[in-house]
């Protein structure tokens, strides 16, 4: 009886034992798919920092040739304004110059310097307007004195030509208008 007292002893404490590392290695697997879980966690944020960093680089690339085209742009129409008020004597001397004195090499030398002015600005983007018969655009005009008429807001005369840069209105054009 003793003996088999003690083989059913032994095989209790064999199945406890048998248990306990069932329930350790469960623990372990427990731990695992937590490790597993964990590891893929910090695997996903460090996916969405990436992401977010490439974007952000991306971002800041963008705005650098922003940035860089603002600045040329600024830089060439500061330089660019304030030759215009020659191009604008210059304009005006042609056009007030009498019939006469138009023949003399004087004359001409004015037209070919207009006309190289005009179009060293043509080569760097910027282009002229002219508004006469055009319709007022506070955008593009700034009214200087008005003069009465049929047909409201028309361009009839003006002081100075508006010019753009690229897209960018460089000088409004100070005008007449009809009201």
Do not use: G
């Amino acid at each position: 009886i003793d003996k088999k007292q003690d083989i059913e002893d032994t095989n209790i404490d064999d199945f406890e034992e048998l248990e306990n590392e069932i329930e350790t290695i469960e623990d372990e697997k427990v731990e695992d798919d937590s490790l597993e879980e964990l590891e893929s966690a910090q695997i996903n944020k460090l996916k969405q920092t990436l992401a977010r960093q490439q974007a952000d680089y991306e971002n800041f690339k963008m705005r650098v040739e922003r940035d860089k085209a603002d600045m040329i742009y600024f830089l060439k129409s500061d330089v660019i304004k304030k030759l215009l008020p020659r191009l604008d004597d210059i304009e005006r001397i042609i056009q007030n110059t009498p019939e006469d004195q138009k023949t003399w090499v004087l004359y001409e030398w004015l037209l070919a310097l207009e006309k190289n002015f005009k179009r060293d600005l043509d080569s760097i983007w910027v282009k002229y307007f002219k508004s006469i018969d055009c319709e007022f655009d506070p955008d593009k005009h700034e009214v200087m004195t008005q003069i009465p008429w049929e047909k409201p807001w028309i361009i009839v005369d003006e002081f100075e030509k508006w010019y753009m840069i690229w897209d960018k209105v460089l000088r409004v054009a100070k005008v007449v208008v009809t009201s």
